[in-house]
């Protein structure tokens, strides 16, 4: 299976995903109404209703089975991007459901439930981990990043930047540098472990964008000076 990604001109219109199957290939598409373009077989395209476990995390009652040979165009709107994530020598991912555009053959789902301070902080109960032989598509909001984790060496990601993770690393909420740093930034996860780590970026954007627009001193200085300043004056 080749995916070829492309950039409308302006880029403020979205992206075009081209997906070339090969014989034999199977792609599960989660989201069917963003199909604008096909080219195969009438039987290559075949819908199904999802489980009852399916409906209810991505609110969508149909998935698409897409079997090659064939050629089919997904439309994405403005501001989101697809990523495909390759899985492979029993490698997993943690990832929300929700946001899983396709799974290839060869990929197998099973629910976690999350710890209680995980919880608290991604706001959801359940993430679905992700293993086997295959790939994955995930929609984001701005570029993702991925870094392999280490056993001892911690890496600290900001909590509401990270997207998915190993189902065997080691999560601690946490802050990070001295006094003063650590009362100006958002908690982050400390990680250790085998595998990687994926996080997006762009959860900062909006504000940068603020402090870019003559946002009020006063309130940039009290969200400076206060402790957790960041987190309470927005």
Not at 152 to 178: C, F, H, K, R, W
Request: contains cysteine.
């Amino acid at each position: 299976m080749k995916i070829r990604l492309e950039e409308t001109p302006g880029g403020g219109a979205g992206q075009a995903v081209t997906f070339s199957l090969q014989e034999g290939d199977l792609v599960h598409i989660l989201h069917p109404e963003q199909i604008i373009a096909y080219r195969g077989p009438s039987h290559g395209r075949h819908d199904r209703l999802m489980n009852v476990k399916g409906i209810y995390r991505k609110k969508k009652l149909l998935r698409a089975d897409m079997s090659g040979p064939c050629q089919f165009t997904a439309a994405l709107p403005a501001g989101i991007g697809m990523r495909e994530i390759p899985l492979q020598d029993q490698e997993d991912m943690l990832y929300d459901f929700r946001h899983v555009f396709f799974y290839t053959q060869g990929v197998s789902m099973q629910s976690r439930f999350l710890k209680i301070k995980n919880m608290f902080v991604t706001r959801d109960a359940i993430k679905m981990k992700f293993s086997g032989e295959g790939s994955i598509g995930i929609l984001t909001q701005g570029p993702v990043c991925q870094v392999k984790l280490h056993p001892t060496e911690p890496i600290y990601v900001d909590a509401g930047s990270m997207i998915a993770y190993p189902e065997n690393a080691q999560l601690d909420l946490t802050v990070y540098g001295n006094h003063l740093a650590s009362q100006h930034m958002n908690y982050h996860w400390k990680l250790t472990g085998e595998g990687y780590v994926l996080f997006q970026a762009g959860r900062q954007n909006s504000r940068l964008a603020e402090e870019m627009n003559d946002e009020s001193v006063i309130r940039r200085f009290l969200r400076e000076v206060i402790p957790f300043g960041g987190v309470f004056i927005k």
